[in-house]
């Protein structure tokens, strides 16, 4: 990319909030319902209905509100955003629009060893719209189903400032936010899901300029590496644009994941296009500075406590520390194990080492893995005690993965016991030292890799199995002895 430009970028992150009913009636949130069966006739939007406020919405507001260091309102009120688009019945969104719920907050992100705040303009409660579904891509589409059972699901919209400056800045935004909505209770926060989406406000500008340069909206970027090609791609578009004596246009682009570039969906509306006014079906909300300190009071551990508990406590560094607090689930399963195996950092080894590596590979979350903390941890005191080596625990633990069956039940199956009995290794180390001899020598002649050799003999005779530390220990004894 042109190094003579500079990428401005501002994140709108829209978070399905976790509560059972919609935000204004009294229909089922849950995901994956056959297509309108959750709806009535206000998520519906037939004429006259009147919405009212889920209580249960306001505070996951204000406690993500707290978790993104926000000033919580005292005095809010919802608005009508009027547009018309085939998903929203009543051709008005209800949302909030001068006067959000939260405002001036801020997050911060780590990029290449270095510490950056991102600023949070607002977050605000409105409604979902409900769902298009194609038949192919929506550009390509020839015609489009509507789903309602999206309707009125309960929404905060985080909007963040104009702070980030590059692609991978954005995701790390987007991945920190991520997890402190998680820890914060707020939401399931599934991409899969829609349930954590994002659009993405990408304009470019000669460095050193301080103006802004006009800048394009890419909408429902639903994973981190679709919000970071289509961020890079965006970028790109725009500079060879103007390199090339074009001029940018303000639109909305879509993310074209198949081909990989941004296509131009329409002119991007601003706020005075919406004609928003105060909605007259509900009043505006006053929210109380003692029960916004009764959350304060309950809230749950967020990531960057957590991750200074693991550092203080386990003297875990802050790389490991960032990994194990990335979902509460994730941090649940370490703290279970070190509480009966005290040695956190091989349990953080192994977390993030074989248990990322099946969780990535099966697409999976770790409250979806089949085994236990008290699983990982057997393991662990079974390659403490000899019983197995750390090779052989790798099989074990990929068995457990996907067996969920207990670490001493696989090494029965399997046949898979250590051998540490000295006796039975110190007839295979004889045999194989003396069919060796030339190797011997040469170990005797200050050739230590020749240890190495020896080692592997008796491993291989012993199908594995053997104890690697006290063969190593029984042949140096033995050929120091000789």
């Known amino acids: 990319m042109n190094s003579d430009f500079e990428v401005v970028i501002g994140l709108e992150v829209h978070v399905e909030l976790k509560t059972k009913t919609k935000i204004f009636c009294s229909c089922s949130t849950e995901f994956g319902a056959e297509p309108n069966t959750q709806v009535c006739p206000v998520c519906s939007g037939f004429p006259g209905m009147l919405p009212v406020l889920n209580r249960k919405v306001v505070e996951y507001a204000i406690r993500a509100g707290l978790a993104l260091n926000c ?56 409604e979902d719209a409900g769902k298009l579904v194609h038949q192919g891509t929506i550009t390509s589409t020839p015609f489009s189903l509507v789903d309602l059972n999206r309707s009125g699901v309960p929404l905060l919209e985080i909007v963040s400032a104009p702070d980030l400056r590059s692609a991978q ?19 399931d926060c599934k991409m899969q899901e829609g349930s954590l989406r994002c659009d993405a406000n990408v304009s470019v500008r000669p460095k050193g300029q301080k103006e802004f340069g006009v800048r394009t909206e890419i909408k429902n970027l639903n994973s981190f590496k679709a919000l970071e090609k289509a961020i890079e791609y965006e970028a790109r578009r725009q500079i060879e644009a103007i390199e090339d004596g074009e ?32 909605d007259p079906d509900l009043p505006p909300l006053r929210i109380s500075r003692e029960w916004v300190e009764e ?34 689930d994730y941090l649940a399963f370490f703290d279970e194990c070190v509480r009966f195996y005290p040695d956190a950092k091989t349990v953080a080894n192994w977390m ?44 074990v633990f990929e068995e457990m993965f996907n ?49 190495g050799f020896l080692v592997g003999q008796v491993m291989k005779e012993t199908k594995g199995q053997a104890n690697p530390a006290l063969v190593n220990e029984l042949l140096r004894e033995y050929l120091n002895k000789e």
């Not at 207990?406 to 199956?413: G, R, T, Y």
């Not at 051998?419 to 190797?439: H, M």
């Open 71 to 126: 000033e919580i309102a005292e005095f809010c009120k919802f608005d009508r955003k009027n547009y018309f688009y085939p998903d929203l019945p009543k051709a008005y969104q209800i949302s909030q629009y001068d006067l959000p719920i939260c405002k001036n907050g801020y997050v911060e992100i780590e990029v290449n060893g270095e510490k950056k705040r991102i600023g949070i303009i607002r977050a605000h409660m409105e």
């Open 295 to 328: 959350i304060r009071r309950n809230m749950p551990e967020l990531p960057e406590q957590a991750k200074r508990r693991l550092m203080e406590n386990y003297g875990l560094s802050a790389y490991d520390a960032d990994i194990i607090t990335l979902t509460p």
């Open 169 to 187: 800045e954005a995701r790390a935004y987007m991945e920190k936010l991520r997890s402190i909505l998680l820890f914060a209770g707020v939401s």
């Open 352 to 395: 993030m080492g074989e248990l990322n590596k099946y969780l990535n590979q099966n697409n999976m979350e770790i409250n979806e893995i089949k085994f236990k903390p008290a699983h990982l941890v057997a393991m662990l005191k079974l390659i403490d005690n000899g019983t197995i080596s750390g090779k052989m625990a790798k099989t």
């Open 403 to 451: 067996t969920g069956k207990e670490p001493e039940v696989i090494i029965k199956e399997k046949g898979m016991e250590q051998i540490s009995d000295t006796g039975a290794l110190k007839a295979i180390i004889e045999e194989v030292i003396k069919n060796n001899p030339k190797v011997v020598e040469d170990y005797k002649s200050g050739k230590k890799k020749a240890l």
């Open 247 to 278: 001029e940018i246009v303000q639109e909305t682009r879509t993310w074209d994941e198949e081909k990989q570039v941004t296509r131009s969906m329409r002119s991007k509306e601003e706020a005075h296009d919406y004609r928003y006014f105060p």
